[in-house]
């Protein structure tokens, strides 16, 4: 009776010993593998200069305690997105420890005051106030400052054969009217509506008319063009 009480005593105390070890190495290797696997590299990559990537690297920092694992890429997005001079990103996971980001700036399309402050517009659609931008024939937006609109007028342009660098000015009326200002100072007088083929209308005009001396070109009429 006495034997078999000694060897229950061995058995529990083998089986405590057991756990208290097992218990110890499955810290151990819960330590490993989150140090392992602990965000210690995050690699920007593309055509933005170095102003910008210390800004990006410095918001992303707090991303350096996180598994890689358990990261979620909308946080890293939201923080992205901040960033109007960025259009487009790329987040690739490379394990075990390492975010690579892919960077791609947009293109600077026009500019405008507001408050005595230069906002540039992006083509992203983005509003861009920090910039440090060196382009000089880049139109200026005046009157009442309508980005969707002036997107929309940027679209038919193209669709006909413009440039936005064509153009020196567009004046957004508060009638919804937009005047533009060629790039050899001939005013344009846009209608509110049949934009397009007011805009087809231009093309043609400048392409096969001799339109030097001419100061403004109005269009607003229906089936009337002048000329002065």
């Known amino acids: 009776m006495m034997l078999q009480l000694i060897d229950k005593s061995k058995i529990y105390f083998y089986l405590i010993l057991l756990f208290v070890l ?6 151990n290797f819960n330590n490993f593998l989150s140090n392992f696997f602990k965000i210690d590299k995050i690699i920007l990559k593309g055509d933005i200069e170095e102003k910008l990537n210390d800004e990006v690297s410095s918001s992303l920092e707090k991303f350096y305690s996180y598994s ?61 106030q920090k910039k440090q931008f ?11 400052v309508d980005i969707e609109k002036f997107f929309e007028l940027r679209k038919e342009l193209i669709n006909n054969g413009f440039k936005l660098n064509d153009f020196i000015k567009f004046y957004f009326n508060k009638s919804k009217r937009w005047d533009l200002v060629y790039k050899n100072q001939i005013l344009v007088k846009l209608p509110i509506n049949n934009l397009n083929y007011s805009i ?11 339109i030097n001396g001419i100061e403004i070109i109005d269009l607003r009429i229906n089936n009337r063009i002048i000329l002065s």
């Open 200 to 210: 087809s209308l231009l093309k043609e005009i400048i392409e096969k008319t001799n």
């Open 134 to 144: 060196t382009k000089n024939d880049l139109p200026i937006i005046e009157g009442d």
């Open 22 to 27: 097992l218990s110890i190495h499955n810290l």
């Open 68 to 128: 890689i694992f358990l990261i979620n890429s909308e946080e890293i997005k939201n923080i992205l997105e901040n960033f109007n001079i960025i259009s487009e990103y790329n987040i690739k996971k490379e394990y075990p420890s390492v975010i690579k980001i892919d960077l791609k700036k947009t293109n600077i399309i026009a500019y405008y005051y507001d408050n005595n402050q230069k906002i540039y517009i992006g083509e992203n659609g983005k509003k861009i």
